[in-house]
């Protein structure tokens, strides 16, 4: 069945550590994207990509890389630049060709520092 | 810029009561799209219903209905006949027509369905 999927559930990163989630879907959509979302408050855009081999920047892109190698793959990755990595990551995914390029989401992956 | 605002951090309800929920935007667009997702404790992101600015009919999904106010840049969510598979976090969420950093989120309100 048609979806998204995100693995793994919960990661830990240590100090100075690149850590990799994966985004996968196979609605056959176009674009993908990358939110953050921290407690208290809604989710914020850190990539987004609209096809593949190319990829923009959100409002918080800093401290973070992606690729979009394939149309069905959006892995982020969390560099140690990113000081403040701890959050809940959501990947989404729409269809520009759609009337309302509705998002939908992943399940989410939990980042802690250890 | 866009911003969507939800004044509501928390709300409760009795269960089989009717519950709002709040939100309110600003942009200078005149075509939009207008959404509320929901966020059950497994932190799954589900649309709940959405809305074109362009048709004044508010849009309904089974128990869950919207009155959309443009003039007012209003969009508020009403969920008849609560049940406590609602309880959750809901956003509002508002999307420009065109570009794709276009979709912009408000800090949700937490409902919680009493038994």
């Known amino acids: 069945d048609g979806g998204i999927t995100q693995s793994p559930k919960y990661l830990f990163r240590k100090e100075g550590q690149n850590v990799t989630l994966s985004c996968e879907q196979n609605l056959n959509h176009d674009a993908m994207y990358w939110y953050r979302q921290d407690p208290g408050q809604g989710l914020r855009l850190i990539y987004y990509?609209?096809?593949?081999?190319?990829?923009q920047k959100g409002d918080i892109a800093e401290g973070y890389s992606v690729s979009r190698e394939k149309k069905e793959s959006f892995p982020l990755t969390v560099t140690s630049a990113q000081k403040n990595p701890t959050a809940f990551y959501l990947c989404?995914?729409?269809?520009?060709?759609?009337?309302?390029?509705?998002?939908?989401f992943g399940p989410g992956t939990r980042l802690l520092v250890l | 810029a866009q911003t969507v605002t939800q004044s509501q951090p928390e709300m409760s309800v009795q269960e089989a009561e009717t519950v709002t929920l709040s939100c309110t935007y600003d942009?200078?667009?005149?075509?939009?799209?207008l959404f509320w997702y929901k966020q059950p404790p497994s932190r799954q992101m589900i649309l709940v219903i959405r809305?074109?600015?362009?048709?004044?009919q508010n849009a309904t999904e089974n128990r869950f209905s919207v009155n959309f106010q443009k003039a007012a840049k209003s969009f508020s969510l009403k969920i008849s006949d609560s049940q406590l598979g609602d309880t959750a976090m809901y956003f509002c969420?508002?999307?420009?027509?065109?570009?794709?950093?276009?979709?912009?989120f408000g800090t949700g309100t937490r409902l919680t369905v009493i038994p």
């Open positions: 989404a995914s729409s269809d520009l060709a759609a009337l309302q390029e509705t998002q939908y």
């Open positions: 969420a508002f999307m420009k027509p065109t570009g794709a950093n276009n979709l912009f």
């Open positions: 990509s609209q096809i593949v081999n190319d990829f």
């Open positions: 942009t200078s667009e005149n075509n939009y799209y």
């Open positions: 809305q074109e600015a362009y048709k004044q």
